[in-house]
């Protein structure tokens, strides 16, 4: 084997090795099903549709997502912005849970910068912006 | 008379025919086969998508295998009384009883494969404290950092009625990243 041949089958071993780590890696990591049953579903449940005076339903997120300031607002909120997870994580359990769940995703998918930026000012009143945001129905009298 | 006879004979026949218990049993397996594939109807495919193990070992000696007992392997997170011991069981609410919808979720490994497993400790709820098993380990709860981390929480706050009977011990997926972080 030349010099070189032995050189590139080297590289190669390298490159191979460091794809290796890199697919175990990204194998240990949790992905964002596993991210929300662990920090979400306790309270919104396994299938998203949340308990009446207790947690919202997240399946119609897409009104949310949609009104003015709305995909601010779902990084703010205090279980999303003080969830235990990076940026990276968070972003990608946005997504799925708007994608999958809600069937809205959001467009362009939330970036980890848009994250990290974002949750840097979590909401002090929820409900209230969450109401300005989509005003309740008025109760039938 | 005689021509109604035959007409109805015919026509039990022709619906015999028609009818038959292959064409019931056919139905009913269509039937079977469309319950068994509603869970992947887009309603139910985030539960679907939960990293779900459905059959982590249980052939565990001793009080680990046991879920009447507090060293039970499901029950690392748990505070409350072990509805086993209640008239239910690990997974299933005494009668009577109501699963409360929201809940405490926390990770416990597995001894036998050595995996970390997600619980789900779901409340029993509308009757008075069962009172027996009483099971106060708490691992991974973290109620001054995580307000959802906090076992104390009566989870039947979700439920039709907030009276706590006691708690199951649901499997629901299994956990790469065990709580807490390891």
Redesign the interface.
Known sequence: MSRGRALAAAALRAAGGALLAAAAAAA????P??D????C???H????SG?????PGLRDLGRLLGAPGGRAYLVRVP?VA?A?LDDVRLARLLNFVLG??A?SPASPPYAPEEVARLRRSPLRDPRAERARLVPPAPSPR | MKGFDRLVESSARSLARRAGRRSFLARLGGLLVGAAAAPLL??????A???RDPAPPEDLPGPEGDPTRCEYWRHCAIDGFACACCGGSATRCPPGTELS?????G?CRNPADGRDY?I?YNDCCGKGMCGRCACNRNEGERPEY?W?RNNDINWC??ASSQVYHCSVAVV??????P?PER
Do not use: F, N
Request: charged share 15%; net charge negative; glycine share 12%.
């Open positions: 240990a990591e949790p992905g099903e596993e929300y049953v662990l920090h579903s306790g309270c449940r396994l299938d998203g308990a009446p005076g207790v947690a279980g003080q235990p999958e769940m069937a | 887009p309603v139910a495919r985030a539960a998508q939960a990293p919808p929201v809940t405490w979720i990770t997600i789900s995580h959802y706050a979700g629901v997926g299994r956990a790469t990243e709580q």
